[in-house]
């Protein structure tokens, strides 16, 4: 695959999911998507308290593929039998998907490839492709982090 690499299997969600369920998320142009920015560029938010958790799960990603800043993050929720385009930060900054929620027919797409998306998994996907989206064909909602970070040339 050229365009996503699986890094974790099994990742706690728990903790993160707890702080979600009341969480207000912000309705978007995009129908049937809503989010819940973290940090915008690279400033945090006020989240009065939800934003801890989230924060530390990303800056986890951060530590294990060794990037050097965490740049923007959100919670994207989707309804079921919905598709939404994703987009990318540039260079020098990477995208990765924490997949918070996903049922059997949740996809992520990118330049033509297709993985399938389960709770618990994080993903390296190279948003910046052809065709990125998010594709919810479950019976349920997708929850997933979008978490941009910046790494060492």
């Not at 059997?104 to 330049?111: V, W």
């Not at 490839?113 to 998994?121: D, F, K, Q, Y």
């Amino acid at each position: 695959m050229k365009h996503f690499y699986k890094l974790v299997e099994g990742n706690p969600n728990l903790p993160v999911m707890n702080a979600l369920i009341p969480a207000k998320f912000d309705a978007t142009q995009l129908a049937g998507l809503e989010e819940l920015v973290i940090r915008k560029g690279e400033v945090d938010e006020p989240l009065n308290g939800l934003g801890r958790e989230l924060k530390q799960m990303a800056i986890g990603v951060m530590q294990l593929i060794g990037g050097v800043a965490l740049a923007s993050v959100v919670v994207l929720r989707t309804a079921p039998k919905t598709d939404i385009p994703l987009t990318s930060k540039s260079e020098p900054y990477r995208d990765y998907v924490v997949v918070m929620l996903a049922e059997q027919g949740a996809t992520l797409m990118a330049g033509g490839e297709a993985v399938n998306l389960r709770s618990g998994h994080v993903w390296w996907a190279d948003l910046q492709a052809a065709e990125s989206q998010l594709v919810n064909n479950s019976a349920d909602e997708v929850i997933i982090m979008l978490v941009h970070v910046k790494v060492d040339p």
